[in-house]
């Protein structure tokens, strides 16, 4: 029986590390080459390491395909291990990368109901036409079966409805299927990916030390980071994310976790992605990761 | 006064080469090193070296970004080279890039109104509000400014309607708007990107004698190339495709050129693709190139 595997695609928030616009600090660092740059966040499981699952299909998927062997085709002449894509929300760097997956290859794309009628409600994707790529509308709170002998369960998280729908799709805002996090289990082992969270909630909390491996959103350092650096104007909570410092950040509210944690969804702004800044070793000190791309998780 | 500068962001066809479900005999060859890989099609152009114009905004966009130094971000925290985009048709080859262009930069979208009614018709694409993201709608045979110098004339070609409409909007199929090539104009220097054409025309075969350089569709080499590789069911005309070799081919039909010429936007299938196969030679023997990317053209 093989192992629960999970590879890091993209440890980056939407728009990815360097940023195709943005001279910030930080990205200068990555444009100069001095610190690894991370494309846009996805992460591959497989339970049998023949068909593999991707968490999320990110506007950097077929450059993420080609740098992971493990999602190269086999079979001729065509063929892939990619069996399924589960999407946590409709947001452009959780859907963009569908578009990767077109060329008449047959696998099964889940998510929740708002989330496949978000992306449904593009004409581009009928690229993907459900015969050959069928919808499964997933109910949070309700276990699912994954390729290669994977048990799956979507849970509600607090967050927000995708960017680009916020002016006509105002009434899904509270609505507990727009912004999800999965829960992958094995044999026992357990992985929780919540690449999005604007609180934490005691159910979340208890998820979370639950599992051998937490991949949690660490977007920003600084709930007003955007602003102070000059390349946003709206605070990480506003956008659905929860700082990782200060007294309301992730780091103090989940203290009491001893479990593997590594924070992904970094935004190109947050200094946690230098290696040599105060911000990465309060995170170290708490026992926590920071994630690249290309990192393997065996459990 | 500056140049007229051409960067090759991408010479392959939808699907980019290798393709990330293929191990046809040419995709074999690019994953196994042996050949260079090729990102999706998409060209940038630039009058005076400071502002740089896109010709479709293919969905490698990001990663061609960073592997060109001349679209590197200038300016703090923000900015970018990139003035504008001219879009030659709403294929998701040539324009799901345009989701890799958020984060509030204004830039101008140029196309038909066929491509750019296309391209809004999905909800994705508010991420580029169009107060930000002027929409620009341009006339065939009608010239325009495109900044830094340059002029421009978009002109029907003989294709067809994006793959993902075909059912949609088989009303469109006829229309002279839904696929086009570009002429760009500098000093007296001509560039013809034509990546999408059926059939060669009397008025097509004049406008690419008229040009310095040609950058001319060369999907296939063979009509029923993917019928035979087994990697597809239709031919390269039904696609909208001309081949390059045969009686009815591009080599055969535009002999009399004596200009620059590239063939571009390779699907992975076309063997032309291989330094050391018959077809390249073919090629190469009636004095056309086969391009690659970062290939930098100075005219």
Same mark, same amino acid.
């Given at each position: 029986m093989g192992r629960l595997t999970a590879i890091v695609l993209g440890a980056a928030a939407? #728009?990815? $590390? =360097?940023?195709?616009?943005c001279r910030c600090p930080v990205c200068a660092r990555a444009w100069d080459g001095s610190i690894p740059a991370r494309t846009q966040c996805s992460v591959a499981v497989s339970g049998d390491g023949e068909r593999w699952i991707l968490l999320n299909a990110s506007p950097d998927l077929r450059s993420q395909i080609h740098a992971t062997p493990a999602l190269h085709p086999r079979g001729a002449p065509r063929g892939s291990p990619i069996a399924a894509v589960v999407l946590t929300g409709g947001e452009i760097d959780q859907i963009?990368? *569908?578009?990767?997956?077109?060329? &008449?290859q047959p696998f099964d794309l889940f998510g929740t109901a708002e989330t496949l009628c978000a992306v449904d409600? %593009?004409?581009? $994707?009928?690229?993907? =036409?459900p015969d050959r790529v069928p919808r499964r509308p997933i109910l949070p709170d309700v276990a699912f079966a994954l390729p290669g002998g994977i048990e799956a369960e979507l849970f509600a998280l607090p967050g927000k409805v995708p960017l680009y729908l916020e002016g006509a799709a105002r009434? *899904?805002? &509270?609505? =507990?299927?727009t912004n999800v996090g999965i829960e992958i289990r094995r044999a026992g082992a357990r992985l929780v990916f919540a690449p999005g969270a604007a609180a934490l909630t005691p159910g979340l909390k208890q998820r979370l030390a639950g599992a051998d491996l937490v991949l949690f959103d660490?977007?920003?350092?600084?709930?007003d980071e955007m602003i102070r650096t000059g390349t #946003?104007?709206?605070?990480g909570r506003r956008m659905g994310h929860m700082p990782?410092? #200060? =007294?309301? #950040?992730s780091l103090a509210g989940l203290s009491g976790l001893s479990n593997r944690r590594i924070y992904i969804? *970094? %935004? %190109?702004? %947050?200094?946690?992605?230098?290696?040599?800044s105060a911000e990465r070793r309060a995170v170290e000190a708490a026992g926590w990761e920071v994630a690249e791309d290309g990192m393997e998780l065996v459990l």
């Open positions: 939407g #728009g990815g $590390f =360097p940023q195709w616009n963009a990368g *569908l578009l990767s997956l077109r060329e &008449g409600a %593009n004409p581009v $994707f009928a690229a993907l =036409p009434d *899904l805002a &509270g609505d =507990p299927g660490g977007t920003l350092f600084t709930d #946003g104007t709206k605070t990782i410092g #200060g =007294p309301d #950040g969804h *970094l %935004n %190109n702004t %947050n200094p946690a992605l230098l290696a040599d």
